[in-house]
């Protein structure tokens, strides 16, 4: 079965440097998402892409997290600076229209 | 950040009991899904429900959804240690493909 692909799996940063995620869906997907899930919670949603188009970033925090999906396919999730209230796992998930979402492993990240 | 109620946070059963979980929405849900994810895990995809009062049974968990398709339930019959994780909800809106997931019900399963 087709997986989505995301690195690096675990991050080690301390505070005030940049930290970036990577993401690849599985092909065809046309929707991305980014999850924060801090230990114990369920995944709070970040940003939501069609395409190369952001349709929701809501509860993205704009003053130090950014995120793109240039080409509509492969997708970065950038922190800058990282704060430690930012250590938790970010999932990354994708989804054809309407149908179940598919998460990959996840990158851990610990803000020290 | 926007999250669904689910209820009971946590569960733990003897293994052979029975468990269920609960999810609710203040507004009617174009469909609901349901997640299992083990510790140490990332979410795994069970099940789609579409139609309103729509059951549907998974060997020995059944999932449910509301008539007014605003709540939902999961519920494991005879529960087995395989079954231990996190369930959670995740809510679709109307026009949208927004994916809101549920706080989650941690369930632990003694032998």
């Known amino acids: 079965e087709a997986e989505v692909a995301q690195s690096p799996r675990y991050k080690i940063t301390e505070k005030s440097q940049a930290v970036a995620f990577w993401c690849d869906p599985i092909s065809g997907h046309a929707t991305l998402y980014w999850y924060r899930q801090i230990l114990g919670q369920g995944p709070e949603l970040l940003v939501q892409f069609q395409d190369e188009s952001v349709v929701d970033d809501s509860q993205l925090p704009k003053d130090r997290f950014s995120a793109e999906r240039l080409k509509g396919v492969d997708s970065t999730l950038k922190i800058q600076p990282a704060e430690l209230g930012d250590s938790a796992m970010y999932l990354c998930?994708?989804?054809?229209?309407?149908?179940?979402?598919?998460f990959g492993q996840g990158t851990r990240l610990t803000v020290v | 950040g926007q999250q669904v109620m689910q209820i009971p946070q946590y569960q733990h059963v003897q293994e052979g009991e029975d468990f269920t979980t609960y999810c609710n929405s203040s507004t009617t849900l174009s469909n609901i899904q349901w997640y299992k994810q083990r510790p140490g895990g990332h979410p795994v995809f069970l099940i789609q429900?579409?139609?309103?009062?729509e059951v549907k049974k998974q060997k020995r968990l059944t999932f449910q959804f509301g008539e007014a398709k605003k709540n939902s339930s999961l519920h494991i019959t005879a529960t087995q240690t395989t079954d231990v994780g996190t369930y959670f909800c995740a809510q679709e809106s109307y026009n949208t493909d927004k994916l809101i997931f549920g706080t989650g019900t941690r369930l632990q399963v003694f032998p």
């Open positions: 998930a994708s989804r054809p229209r309407q149908g179940r979402a598919f």
């Open positions: 429900l579409v139609k309103s009062g």
